[in-house]
C-alpha cells in the first residue's frame, strides 16, 4: 500500500490501511508506508485532552463543523479508554460527531476513527502513532480526543502540535492538577460548557488563577485560556484562532520539527518498553542509542534497528 493508493482509495482503503496497521504493523509493507506518510506530513495535529465527561467530543465535533465550512479535510482518531466497560461510548462519540455535521456520511473530507486502548493506557501510544502520522499525511487537520489530565507520559494528545486541555465548569480536579504543575502541556486551556454562565466565568478565573500559580515555563508561547461552549458555538471562532495562532508559531524558527523529533523520540522509547520491558531497555545500553533515536529516519524505523540490535544473536 502507498500513499497515493490510499488517495485513491479514500475513506474505505485508509480503514483497511489502519486495521492492517494494528494487526501488523512491523510487516515490511506497514513499515514502508509509515515511513513514506512520516516524509509526507501535511496536516496541523490538535491533541484535546481533558477529564470524562468534560466535553471533549462536543468540541471536536464543533472543530470538524468549523473546519470543514473552511474547505478543510479533517481526520480524527478518538480514544476511548474505557470502551471495554462501557462499548457504546465510542458509538457515542461518533454518532454525535455525525450529526453535528449533516453531510458527514457521505463527507471524503471527514474520517472518524476510534481506537480502543487495550489493557494498558501505554499500549495505547503504539497504536495512536502510526493512525496519526497516517492521517497527518492525507488530511490538513488531525484532531486526537483522549480522556487525561495532561500529563505527557501518559497522553497521547502529547502526540499532537498543539494541545488543548478541557477544564470543567465547577470541577475542583483539574485545578489540582495544575496547581501541582501536573499539566504541562497544554498550549490552549479551554473552559467547556461556557453557555451555562456564571459557573463558567468563575471557572475561567479560577484556571487564569492557578495557571498563574504554576510553573511560567510555557517557553516563548503565552498560554491561551478560552472559554468555549460547543452548544452555543461561544468561543468556537477564538478557539480556531488560537490554534491558527499556535500552527503559525510552531511553523517559526523550526520549532515543529523539534517538537516532533522529541516526540517521536519519546514515541520509539516508549513503544520499545512496551514491547520489551526495562530489561529490554536495559539490554541496550552501551549500544549507540543516541544515533539511533535522533537520527532523521522515522520513528518505525528507528523502533525496527532497535528491535533488531536487540534480537541480534550475541
Ligand atoms: N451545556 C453544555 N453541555 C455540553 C456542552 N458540550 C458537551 N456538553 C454535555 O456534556 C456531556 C459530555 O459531553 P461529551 O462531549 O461527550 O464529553 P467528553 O469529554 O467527550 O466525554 P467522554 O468522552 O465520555 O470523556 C454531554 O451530556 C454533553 O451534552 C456545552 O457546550 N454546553
Ligand atoms: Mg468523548
Redesign the pocket.
Known sequence: MTLAALRDGGKRALAAALVDLERDGDSAGALALLDEAWRTSKAHVVG?T?????????????LVQAWRQDGKSVGVI?V?P?SKASGG?LL??RV?IVQDAPQTGGDDGLFVRSMAARERLGGLADQTLPAMVLMRALFDRVLI?T?GVGQSETDVAGFADTVVF?V?PGSGDSLQFMKAGIVEIPHVVVV?????GGVAERARADVVGALSLASADQHDWPLRTLP?????G?GIKALMAALEEHRVHMAGQGRLGDARRRQSKRWVLEAFRERFGQRGLQRLQGVAMDGILSSDASPFERLRQLTEILERPR
Request: charged share 20%; glycine share 12%.
Open positions: 484535546i481533558g477529564p470524562p465527561g468534560v466535553g471533549k467530543s462536543s468540541l471536536c465535533a464543533a478518538a476511548d474505557s461510548a457515542g462519540d454525535r480526543e480522556v478541557c470543567q467547556t460548557k461556557a453557555d451555562l468555549v461552549s460547543a452548544r452555543s461561544i
